[in-house]
């Protein structure tokens, strides 16, 4: 079983969409919470972050964990074309430089 | 500022050669990252630098993995044979101290071992 599960995809949607992407894991001594987007022939880029359960917001993009679950979502708002791209989830078990451990990514598609 | 730095992008070597990718770190950044993806698996850790000292190289696949990092600035990793199963994209990451969630991630070094 893999330690972070993530949907491949793809998924498309139409503009103005809200798209969600989830992750779940397994290993509860996760406590911080990222979320990348990649596009094609780029390195991740770190979109946002979350420690511990709760919910973040920045613009567009909606953050959330519910560790008694152990999932965690983005959501994306009035999805346009420029957020088509690969985004990856990544967590760590602390704030001290350790690895990242990453879900697979899904590939989303946001069509005009 | 300039973002991580990698090169080659692209490698295509045969199996039983040596390659040597290298990464440039953001300046300052003391800890830098090296990531693999291989076709079809997710991004997995291979090493951490904190300066010019390994502090957690766990990922490593196996010993003709190596890895160094000159003066705490730059580093190479360098696969000695290459092997087909090594073909992927390679990561460089940089961060400051005590923070994980500060990553920046290069473009990658896609590698192709035919």
């Known amino acids: 079983q893999k330690e972070v599960e993530q949907d491949p995809g793809p998924l498309s949607v139409p503009e103005g969409a809200i798209v969600s992407l989830n992750c779940t894991y397994s290993?509860?001594?996760?406590?911080?919470f990222m979320w990348y987007r990649q596009y094609s022939r780029k390195g991740p880029e770190l979109l946002m972050y979350t420690y511990s359960s709760g919910n973040k917001e920045d613009g567009r993009f909606t953050a959330q964990v519910d560790k008694s679950s152990k999932y965690i979502s983005l959501f994306i708002r009035d999805s346009q074309p420029s957020d088509s791209a690969t985004y990856l989830c990544a967590m760590t078990f602390n704030n001290a430089g350790n690895m990242l451990t990453f879900g697979g990514g899904t590939r989303l598609m946001v069509k005009p | 500022e300039a973002g991580v730095t990698q090169f080659p992008s692209h490698s295509v070597i045969e199996k039983g050669q040596t390659v040597t990718l290298r990464c440039d770190p953001i300046s300052g950044h003391d800890n830098l990252y090296w990531y693999r993806r291989v076709m079809g698996k997710e991004i997995k850790f291979l090493l951490h630098?904190?300066?010019?000292?390994?502090?957690?190289e766990s990922g490593m696949p196996n010993n003709r993995f190596l890895a160094e990092r000159t003066g705490g600035t730059y580093s190479t990793l360098k696969v000695q044979p290459a092997e087909l199963e090594d073909s992927g994209v390679y990561f460089c990451?940089?961060?400051?101290?005590?923070?994980?969630?500060?990553?920046?991630f290069g473009s990658g070094t896609r590698l192709t071992v035919v």
């Open positions: 290993n509860s001594a996760f406590q911080y």
């Open positions: 990451a940089s961060s400051q101290m005590g923070a994980s969630y500060g990553y920046t």
């Open positions: 630098f904190v300066k010019e000292s390994k502090q957690d």
